[in-house]
């Protein structure tokens, strides 16, 4: 079965940054929005960014301006530059993919701890 499989989280102090990445498995034919969402403890999973197949980003507005989405169409690999971070940032971030076929996928997601 195919996974989207995320690297990239760790823990970093407040004002920080850090680059998430995720790619596919294997393959996966006819990607249309990718994007990350994250939940953090106590709390429902949120949006934070998606990125449409014609690069067009969308924001959660907790993020905008310290958040930037990005996307490799070839690796169909997405990533999330996240910078200023703060501690209400710290989540296990998940991605997330669907395609024109109406599949969903998600990741296992990765941990972003934001403390000093």
Same mark, same amino acid.
């Given at each position: 079965?195919?996974?989207?499989?995320?690297?990239?989280?760790?823990?970093?102090?407040?004002?920080?940054?850090?680059?998430?990445?995720?790619?596919?498995?294997?393959?996966?034919?006819?990607?249309?929005?990718? #994007?990350?969402?994250?939940?953090?403890?106590?709390? /429902?999973?949120?949006? &934070?960014?998606?990125?449409? +197949?014609?690069?067009? %980003?969308?924001?959660?507005?907790?993020?905008? #301006?310290?958040?930037?989405?990005?996307?490799?169409? /070839?690796?169909?690999? &997405?990533?999330?530059?996240? +910078?200023?971070?703060? %501690?209400?940032?710290?989540?296990?971030?998940?991605?997330?993919?669907?395609?024109?076929?109406?599949? /969903?996928?998600?990741?296992?997601?990765?941990?972003?701890?934001?403390?000093?």
């Amino acid at each position: 079965q195919v996974q989207l499989v995320e690297s990239g989280g760790g823990l970093v102090q407040p004002g920080g940054s850090l680059r998430l990445s995720c790619t596919p498995s294997r393959i996966i034919f006819g990607i249309n929005i990718m #994007g990350w969402y994250r939940q953090a403890p106590q709390k /429902e999973r949120e949006l &934070v960014a998606t990125i449409s +197949n014609g690069c067009n %980003p969308n924001y959660a507005d907790s993020v905008k #301006g310290r958040f930037t989405i990005s996307r490799d169409m /070839e690796l169909n690999t &997405v990533y999330l530059q996240m +910078n200023s971070l703060k %501690p209400d940032d710290t989540a296990v971030y998940y991605c997330h993919a669907d395609t024109i076929g109406a599949m /969903e996928y998600w990741g296992k997601g990765t941990l972003v701890t934001v403390s000093s």
